[in-house]
Each structure stands twice: as structure tokens, then as C-alpha cells.
């Protein structure tokens, strides 16, 4: 985890395949990139065996533009959909078993910790909804309860979109899919309510249809976790295999969600809002003057 893992031994640039080069020469190692630059520098991620229209992979691909310093990040994940396209990326990555990453998070952030002191080492958990929320559930809020200092991004489809079609804790109450046929029969679970409760610094809601969006919450989240406590993002990204979603209609698709019942939503605690505005230039979270008396 160290640009020196990137740079070429002297001499052997010449020998290395176009594409690392692209990586060295180009890509956002040691720099600072936007999504606005997209097209513009060698991306992280940019193959990878998805299904075609899959917006998960859309926003892994915006959350990877948006990490303060991927040179300096390591992504944990586990069987599912979203580990298909993390695990081609051009970044660290530990493949947790399933139910566990928050638990091998908290291991790993405490080790880098250990090894590295001061200097920032971000660890970010990705995973769905079945391995956050279900199976990864008591890990997941301990982690947070513990006030374990990562950011984890759900990557929220609704589904089990990796084993067939399953309901999730967080599939939408009446839902009918090809194995729950006769519907689910309870409320989608609030884990941003439960987020906020087990004691997150920072907790927002976001759909891949808005990039610049994706980037800021990626971003706030994964420098707030460095510092004053546990982050908690939850994406929505449709299966449209299971759901049935033409390709073309994927983003109409979470344009309607995000109206319907997925609106972005933000939380920052106090404490995360002071350590953004002064040590990373937030100034929209600086105190407000106290108005003038009227004498």
C-alpha cells in the first residue's frame, strides 16, 4: 500500500505490458482525480464480467474515482456480485468469508494502525445487501457499536442477485421474485436508522445516477473514517437480471427509485463536520456566527 508498489524498478519500464504503464504513467496513484475528469487518466477499474447495464458496477467504478488516496486503501469484500468487479481492480483488496468483512476490517484497520501510525491507511468494506444485512449483520453493527474507525458502502440491489433471486433483509415488503414467489412478507430493514443509533460519524443514502453525488459521499465518509468514527454508505444498485430491468432502462430506473423511496440523504454528527471543515477544507461545516445582538 505505498506508491512504491506501483513505480518500476529502474530499467524495466520498457518490459511492462501498456496497461501498467498506462497505470503508472496515468492512473490516479499520488494524484488527486475527479469524476469530472473521467476519460481524462488510466481508472482503477474498467474491466471487469458484469452483466451488461449493471449498476453496481457503475458505482464501484465512481466510488473508486473518489478515494481520497487509493495508492493508500485497502477494499474488503466477499462472495456477491460487487466482488466480481472489485477484485479486477487495480487496488488492494481482501476477500473476506461471507458474513465477516466487517469483523476482518476491524482487524486489518487496527493492524495498519499499529504498523503505519499517523500516516493515513483507509480501509473500506463493499459487499451487499445479504452480506451486510443478513448474514454480516452482527458483525456489521458491532463493528460500528465498537466505533471501529472504516467506511462500509452497501451495495444495496434488493436481492440475492449472485445466488439466484432470494430475498434479502432488504428487499421491499410485498416484493414477488422467482424464490420468494409468494412475496416477502416483511419491511426492508432501516440500517440507516441503525447506523445512526450504533453511533456512525456519517451515514448517507445515494443512487449511481448522480456521479458527482457518488464522489462527495465516498469522499466524506472515507476521511471521516480516518478520524472520528465508523462511516456507513448505502447505495442503490439495481439487478436488473432478477428485476427484469431492460438495460437501457437501468438509470430511468433509479431516477424513479430515488423519488419513489431512495432519496439521497446525508447525517454528519458534530464532531465529523469540525474534523472536515478544518482539516480537509469543508468550509460548509464551519460554525455559523452567532447574529448580532440588538441592543
Request: aromatic share 10%; charged share 20%; proline share 5%.
Amino acid at each position: 500500500m505505498s506508491l512504491e508498489y506501483v513505480k518500476f524498478t529502474p530499467g524495466f519500464a520498457k518490459f511492462m505490458p501498456k496497461e501498467y504503464r498506462d497505470m503508472v504513467d496515468h492512473g490516479p496513484f499520488g494524484r488527486k482525480t475527479t469524476v469530472a475528469q473521467t476519460g481524462q487518466f488510466k481508472e482503477i477499474l474498467e474491466e471487469h464480467p458484469m452483466c451488461a447495464g449493471c449498476a453496481m458496477t457503475l458505482f464501484i467504478r465512481l466510488a473508486f474515482i473518489a478515494l481520497p488516496n487509493p495508492e493508500d486503501t485497502v477494499m474488503v469484500g466477499t462472495a456477491g456480485c460487487g466482488r466480481l468487479a472489485i477484485s479486477q481492480a487495480a487496488i488492494q483488496f481482501v476477500y473476506g468469508n461471507y458474513g465477516d468483512t466487517n469483523a476482518v476490517a476491524s482487524g486489518l484497520t487496527r493492524g495498519l494502525k499499529l504498523r503505519f501510525g499517523d500516516k493515513p491507511k483507509d480501509v473500506v468494506v463493499m459487499a451487499g445487501d445479504g452480506g451486510l444485512a443478513d448474514i454480516g449483520f452482527g458483525n456489521t453493527l458491532h463493528s460500528w457499536f465498537r466505533k471501529e474507525k472504516f467506511t462500509t458502502v452497501m451495495l444495496d440491489n434488493e436481492i440475492y442477485g449472485n445466488t439466484g433471486g432470494q430475498e434479502s433483509g432488504m428487499t421491499n415488503k410485498g416484493q414477488v421474485l422467482k424464490m420468494a414467489p409468494l412475496g416477502k412478507k416483511f419491511e426492508k430493514m432501516d440500517m440507516l436508522g441503525m447506523a445512526k443509533v450504533a453511533g456512525c460519524a456519517y451515514v448517507a443514502s445515494v443512487i449511481p445516477n448522480n456521479p458527482k453525488r457518488v464522489e462527495s459521499v465516498i469522499k466524506k465518509a472515507v476521511l471521516v473514517a480516518r478520524e472520528v468514527g465508523p462511516t456507513y454508505i448505502q447505495a442503490y444498485t439495481s439487478c436488473n437480471i432478477e428485476y427484469g430491468i431492460p438495460t437501457e432502462q437501468v438509470m430511468q430506473d433509479a431516477k424513479d427509485v430515488e423519488k419513489e423511496r431512495y432519496a439521497f440523504s446525508e447525517y454528519i454528527t458534530d464532531d465529523a463536520k469540525e474534523y472536515l471543515a478544518t482539516q480537509h477544507g469543508y468550509k460548509q461545516y464551519l460554525p455559523k456566527p452567532a447574529p448580532a445582538s440588538v441592543s
